[in-house]
Each structure stands twice: as structure tokens, then as C-alpha cells.
């Protein structure tokens, strides 16, 4: 009975006696690590033994699909570099490290050494899985910072054994917490730079990055904090109002502007102010004063004024960007001037004039008679006076021709093709871009590029609709506005463009409240007569232009027709 319990296990013996018994034993890795198979024999023993690791099983002799062997001292043959015995062979440690490695290194291994005599090698077998993992976390990068765009960059990660298939950008005010943070997903892993647009002048963003595959997404990269550059302020000062203090001076008093119309740190304030000739129905010559910004209700003095004329004033705010909107008030006009006499009936009879505020299309002239005053009203038109100019021609470079090439919720990626550089190679380009309701006076993003690049993604933080247009540069100017793309941003899978055909030129006029309405036919003809002039030129020196430019007049016609500016008024300041 004893004897049949054991015929199974002697049984068992001699198979693995024949066959030689084989241990297992499986390892779980990701993508990317070193992986070290283990393999022991007892070199002390045995000596030093040739041994080989090969992928499946272990067969009657060898390694099946031999991936490295060793003569018992040294490698003597590997499929790759990847393959290394990094532990001391001759002790007997053939121990098999994988390098970096794959899902596809995934499978079995089998180690065998070569033990003399029949039946006598010793064999190991394991079982490796690799699995993939969320790509590592990015390094950003600040490339360059304006008044509302930020564009960064970054270097490609280990993507963890799974392409990355997008970036995510995280973007907040640093005074908030990351759960204000307005996040935006870009499908487009070649990216390694794109440019944030619509933020606002002087203010500190904080900014991150996740890399995503199809496993997950990566850790936060690193926390870059960012200002942008101050620009000029967007909005005028605030609650502006004249008094006629004497009859040689008047306090002007105001309040700064909004504070997210600022832009920076308000730096001062530019006031201007001159007189309204009646007679000449005419503004006469502006001046100027400055004021440094101070306090939350500013105030100046105006002297040295004329008696009973009537002045206009308009101020602008200050920073160290640049001059903002002018804010406006009616025209006021300075006291009566007093005349004293020695005589008491004289000096009681007279009587003092008012403070007199009024619109611009009307002015009030006062009368001091014998105690009592008379007014009349009488209709005053302010005659612009229009300066000299001079035309300077020079040839600049064709506007490019803008594409869309894809909008995806709040991401934009255009496309363009230069056209005719001029007499010099263009040394860059840039877009403008602002709300489809604004002018272009208030372009709120401009983004350079350099002359080789013909392509681009920028992000709008803020959804809306947007216009958006390009120019040219070279050494001797800069083009005309290219085409205008109208896109609405953030609104998911919707996408309008609209290409506007020509070329709107918005003009930069002075703010000037004094002018008056009537004398309509000077203010008419004057400038007329002066469109027409410009075009004049303007078509002269387009037809000169394509003669001089013989072979490039297809080029020319293609990338823009021929057009003309409306005329602009001229800064008055």
C-alpha cells in the first residue's frame, strides 16, 4: 500500500530528472523603467558556465528566440543593447536587465545555464508585464510676455508607453485659487508652443500644463507667474468739470479713471486747453500742462486766461505705455472782468458775472449794465483748422492672406501666405486682434511672428467673437491690413469665419467736444477735396509701382485689389 503512494512522486522525480524542473515567477513593470530578470548558479561549484536568456519557453536545449548568451565570463552575443547583463557574471550571476522598457517587451523569459553532464542545466522562467502610464509632467517655459499675450513654451516628455493625444492649460489671477482657473484643451500633441491672448495689461496670471494620453493625464508642470506689460489706459478720467474761478483762470477737477480702464499705474495726466474765437469762428492754438497723479479727485488751476473767452479743455491719463482717451467737458467761459472806479455808487451798480457753462453748438455773451444783466444767445460754429501735410511714398510689403485652419472651443490655429515683399525681405508679421463690436483704434492683442513662420495657435481665454487681421513688415514699412477673419470662439462644435473681402482702415480722430455743429459746408468740402488728392496719389504711385516691378503684376493683383483709405482727420494733439 506504501508502495503504490509512492510510484506518483517517484514518477514526478524522474520527469523532471528527463525534462529538468523549471521555476517561475512573474514581475509587473511600466513603460520607461529598467527591469532586471534574476538568474543564479553556483559558480563556485560548477565553475563558470556558459548561460543564455531567450523569450518563451524554455525548450529541451537552448533559449528559444535568444536574446543574450554568455560564455561564462562575458557577453559573447545580444539582439540588442537594450539586453545587458549588468551584475558579475563571474560569480555567477547571469541576471538579465531590460532597458527602458515597452509594452511590447511584455511575455515570457526563460534563463537557462549549461550544467554538464545529461539533464543537468539549470532553468528559470518569468513572466514580465509591462503596463503604460500617464505621460511625465511638463517644464514650461515664459518666450514672451505683452500687454495681452503670453506665449510659452515647452520641451516633449517621456509619454509614459501611450502617445500624448493633448495639452490642457490652466490659467488664473495669482490672488485666486486654481478652481477659477479658466482650463483650456488643445488636441494637437506636435504643439510645443502656443500663445494666450485676450488678458489684461499689468495684471499677474499664474499658469500650468498637463500632458494627456489614454491612459490619463500627466501631474501639474511647474507654476509659471506672469505680468503682462502696462498699456496706455482704455478709458478716459472721470466726473471732469470746469469753474471759472476769476476772470484770468479756471479750476479744473476730475477723477481717474476706472480701475480696470487703467492698464497700469497712472503715471499723470496730459490737460490741454485752448480758446474759442468768436470772431474767426475758430479754435485758436492748443497748450499744454502736465499734472503727476496723486490722489483719487485731481484738480488744476488754468491761468493766465483771457477775460470773457471761452475755453476748451480735455484730459488724458498717463502711463508709462502711453496716453489714454481724452475725457471732455463744455466749454466755460472765464468771469467779466471788473473795472473799479472811485466812486461808490459806481462799484455798487456793477455787478459780478456768473460762472457760464455751455454746449458746443451755443455761446453766451454776457452785458454789465446798471444793476442789472443782459444776455444774448447767439449760434457759434468752431471752424476746424486743418494743418499742412506732406505724402512720403515708400514701397512696403504686400499684406499676407490669412486662413483658418481649424477652431476647436476656445483654440485657434490659422495659417498664411506672404505676398509681395517689396523692395526689401520682410522681417516679420503681426496679427491684430479685438471684438467684432470694438474699432481697431482699441485692438486689445497684437502677436508677432518671425518672416519664416506661416503658421500659428493662440488661445482667446475669453469666448466670444473676435476679428482678426494681419500686416507685413520689411525695412521699408509696413502693409496694409490683410484680409479680416471674423471667428466665434467657445462654443463647441460650432465654427463661424466670416473673410471680409476688403480692408476696413478705422481712423484716429482727436477727442474735441468744442467743435460745433454748423459751418457744414467747410467741414465737408475740406475733406473731399483732400480724399480726392490721396487718391490721386496713391493710384499714381500703384501704377508706377507695377511698371517698376516688371514680371511680379500677377503676384500684386492676386494678394490684393486695388484699393484706397478714407481720409483720416488730423490729430489735433
Request: aromatic content about 6%.
Amino acid at each position: 500500500m506504501i508502495f503504490l503512494r509512492c510510484v506518483p512522486l517517484c514518477c514526478s522525480l524522474l520527469f523532471c530528472l528527463l525534462l529538468g524542473c523549471v521555476s517561475a515567477e512573474s514581475i509587473i513593470a511600466t513603460v520607461g523603467e529598467d527591469v532586471t530578470l534574476i538568474c543564479n548558479y553556483d559558480a563556485k561549484n560548477y565553475g563558470k558556465l556558459a548561460a543564455c536568456w531567450g523569450r518563451g519557453a524554455i525548450p529541451n536545449s537552448g533559449c528559444a528566440n535568444e536574446v543574450i548568451r554568455s560564455d561564462g565570463t562575458s557577453v559573447t552575443k545580444r539582439l540588442s543593447e537594450r539586453y545587458q547583463l549588468r551584475r558579475d557574471v563571474g560569480v555567477g550571476d547571469v541576471s538579465l536587465t531590460i532597458r527602458q522598457v515597452e509594452e511590447g517587451d511584455s511575455g515570457t523569459y526563460g534563463c537557462r545555464v549549461e550544467i554538464p553532464g545529461w539533464f543537468n542545466d539549470h532553468k528559470h522562467q518569468l513572466t514580465l508585464t509591462v503596463v503604460a502610464v500617464r505621460p511625465n509632467p511638463l517644464r514650461v517655459d515664459t518666450r514672451e510676455v505683452k500687454e495681452r499675450t503670453v506665449t510659452v513654451r515647452w520641451t516633449p516628455v517621456f509619454d509614459g508607453g501611450k502617445p500624448i493625444t493633448a495639452y490642457r492649460i490652466d490659467l488664473k489671477n495669482k490672488q485666486t485659487s486654481w478652481d477659477t482657473a479658466v482650463s483650456t484643451e488643445v488636441s494637437n500633441p506636435e504643439l510645443t508652443q502656443l500663445t494666450l491672448v485676450d488678458l489684461r495689461p499689468a495684471k499677474s496670471y499664474n499658469l500650468r500644463m498637463f500632458a494627456i494620453n489614454s491612459v490619463g493625464m500627466s501631474e501639474a508642470s511647474n507654476v509659471l507667474t506672469v505680468t503682462t506689460k502696462e498699456a496706455a489706459p482704455e478709458g478716459p478720467p472721470l466726473d471732469m468739470q470746469l469753474e471759472a474761478v476769476t476772470s484770468h483762470s479756471i479750476k479744473v477737477t476730475w477723477k481717474p479713471p476706472r480701475l480696470d480702464h487703467r492698464n497700469g499705474a497712472l503715471q499723470g495726466y496730459s490737460i490741454s486747453y485752448r480758446e474759442y474765437d468768436p470772431a474767426g469762428r475758430q479754435f485758436k492754438r492748443w497748450q499744454h500742462l502736465s499734472v503727476t497723479a496723486t490722489r483719487e479727485e485731481e484738480s488744476v488751476i488754468l491761468s493766465n486766461l483771457k477775460p470773457s473767452a471761452k475755453y476748451g479743455v480735455i484730459i488724458q491719463a498717463k502711463t508709462n505705455a502711453g496716453v489714454g482717451p481724452a475725457s471732455t467737458a463744455p466749454l466755460c467761459s472765464t468771469l467779466d472782468e471788473v473795472h473799479k472806479t472811485s466812486t461808490a455808487s459806481t462799484i455798487k451798480s456793477s455787478s459780478t458775472a456768473a460762472t457760464i457753462l455751455i454746449q458746443d453748438t451755443t455761446s453766451v455773451t454776457s452785458v454789465v449794465s446798471q444793476g442789472h444783466r443782459t444776455s444774448a444767445v447767439e449760434t457759434v460754429t468752431a471752424a476746424a483748422v486743418w494743418g499742412e501735410s506732406t505724402t512720403s511714398i515708400t514701397v512696403s510689403p504686400d499684406p499676407p492672406v490669412i486662413e483658418l485652419k481649424e477652431v476647436k472651443d476656445n483654440t485657434i490655429s490659422l495659417l498664411w501666405t506672404p505676398g509681395f515683399e517689396g523692395d526689401s525681405p520682410v522681417t516679420g508679421y503681426y496679427l491684430e486682434c479685438k471684438a467684432v463690436n470694438a474699432s481697431w483704434d482699441r485692438t486689445k492683442t497684437v502677436v508677432d511672428f518671425s518672416p519664416n513662420q506661416t503658421e500659428a495657435t493662440i488661445i482667446e481665454i475669453i469666448p466670444s467673437t473676435y476679428n482678426i487681421r494681419m500686416f507685413a513688415k520689411n525695412s521699408q514699412g509696413t502693409s496694409k491690413a490683410s484680409n479680416v477673419i471674423t471667428i466665434t470662439t467657445g462654443e463647441a462644435g460650432h465654427q463661424r469665419v466670416d473673410l471680409l473681402t476688403t480692408i476696413s482702415t478705422d481712423t484716429h480722430a482727436a477727442a474735441s467736444v468744442e467743435e460745433s455743429q454748423s459751418g457744414h459746408l467747410a467741414a465737408i468740402v475740406v475733406p473731399v477735396v483732400l480724399v480726392v488728392a490721396v487718391v490721386a496719389i496713391i493710384t499714381t504711385w500703384q501704377l508706377r509701382r507695377v511698371k517698376q516691378k516688371a514680371g511680379s503684376l500677377s503676384m500684386w493683383l492676386t494678394n490684393e485689389a486695388l484699393r484706397y483709405r478714407n481720409s483720416e482727420p488730423l490729430q489735433e494733439l
